[in-house]
């Protein structure tokens, strides 16, 4: 049975950090693209921040220099560190894990049930 289970939302100030994580279980987790992912209400879950099997990383226009994932896997944990954090980036969010294999993206995605991460003075 796979699991993802997220830690570390919650309310901030405009400028402060949170650190998000995700523990993996069920999954041979050094074969998975982890991602996380946010939705904002009223609007469509969007991808935030991945980190690929080979841990390359890419993240969203948005957050770009703000925010960094990684990925340690001798815990099986991939993490967010948010930094200069922003009333807009108040959202769930979502861990996200799928199957890599040689560079593609295979079979199902894995969803944790997210955590709320709200930005406000």
């Known amino acids: 049975q796979v699991q993802l289970v997220e830690s570390g939302g919650g309310l901030v100030q405009p400028g402060g950090s949170l650190r998000l994580s995700c523990a993996a279980s069920?999954?041979?987790?050094?074969?998975?693209?982890m991602a996380w992912y946010r939705q904002a209400p009223g609007k469509q879950r969007e991808l935030v921040a991945a980190?690929?099997?080979?841990?390359?990383?890419n993240y969203a226009d948005a957050v770009k220099g703000r925010f960094t994932i990684s990925r340690d896997n001798a815990k099986n944990t991939v993490y967010l560190q948010m930094n200069s954090l922003k009333p807009e980036d108040t959202a769930v969010y979502y861990c996200?894990?799928?199957?890599?294999?040689?560079?593609?993206?295979?079979?199902?995605?894995?969803w944790g049930k997210g955590t709320l991460v709200t930005v406000s003075s």
């Open positions: 996200n894990a799928k199957k890599q294999v040689v560079g593609v993206l295979l079979g199902v995605d894995y």
């Open positions: 069920g999954i041979i987790f050094n074969i998975y693209r």
């Open positions: 980190i690929t099997t080979d841990g390359s990383t």
